[in-house]
């Protein structure tokens, strides 16, 4: 038996909202056990994607396609599974020719820029369709629809475009989530774009984005009191294989600092040679967290001004 529309429709919005459906009698609110919704750490994009399509071309995130066009023969023809073209030779290769787009890739979410694709990469990541080279627009009378995640096209008219469309996107050629936790391989060769938290750290650290990042997974080379060193390069390098024979020149960046101060003064001045800006918390004797003028003297000293004189601990991470 089906389930009733209000059922199928209370299901979908509490899943969206966090919540777990158990009845038709209660609201969102009114839902007491949470819920997600699931989906698998290989449907997770696990890069920054840039604005600009020419930029996450260039970056190996994006590739432009246009893709054929496959009824769906359960739809009653309302549906069309998108295909990698005959002549198809871009990132996933050859083999490729034919096969369904979503068994393979999804495409570029229209968020990331929602102007329409342009071939020269100059546009947006909108889809296009188009019907013998004339462009059904998005909010043509057929009111299509297309589904990023499954690469496939929608409307609720019959569109009958048989072998003659074509959708122009832009398919994801970049990592996911999946990718990252299979990697443990060390070192890893990546730049802040491509993992969570680095990026937060460049305003302090005077790192540019080129810069090379090690994770020392078993902290063997680094410093024992951390589980999961994290190194940036602090010269020229080329290759993060040195990172064994140059830990001189590399900095662990989720290093930090602890300074005490037992007696009661208006000014610290702390040398914590972390040879960035740390963020500075400190607490006073009382267990109080107290807010200091802050002055970073360079990138290893910095002076804390108090009024009155306190004492306490100054954390720096």
Known sequence: MAFEAATERNIALKKL?????????K????EAIASQISIAANQIIGEVIPSDPATAYHL????????????????????YRLKFPDDYGGDFGSGSQGLYIGDVTFAVPFFYNDNPVQSDDSGGYQPR????????PLLDASDWFFDYFAC????EDDL??????TVQLYIYTGTTVQDHIDDTANPHNVVPSQVGGIALWQPFTEYSSGSFV????????????????IYVATSSHTSSATFSSDQANWKALNSSFQYDQGVGASTWTIDHNLNRYPTITVLSSSGFQIEPEVEYVNLNRVTLRFSPAASGTAYMN
């Open 17 to 25: 909202l966090a919540k777990a459906h158990t009845t038709n009698n």
């Open 27 to 30: 609201g969102v609110n009114n």
């Open 60 to 79: 190996g995130l994006v590739e432009y396609v246009e893709a054929e066009l496959e009824l769906d023969n359960t739809s009653s023809g309302k549906s």
């Open 129 to 136: 369709l188009f019907d013998n080279g004339v462009e059904v």
């Open 152 to 155: 496939l096209l929608t409307s």
């Open 160 to 165: 009958s475009l048989g072998s003659t469309g």
């Open 214 to 229: 090690y994770y020392d997974l078993t902290s063997e080379l680094g410093d024992s009191d951390f589980s999961n060193g």
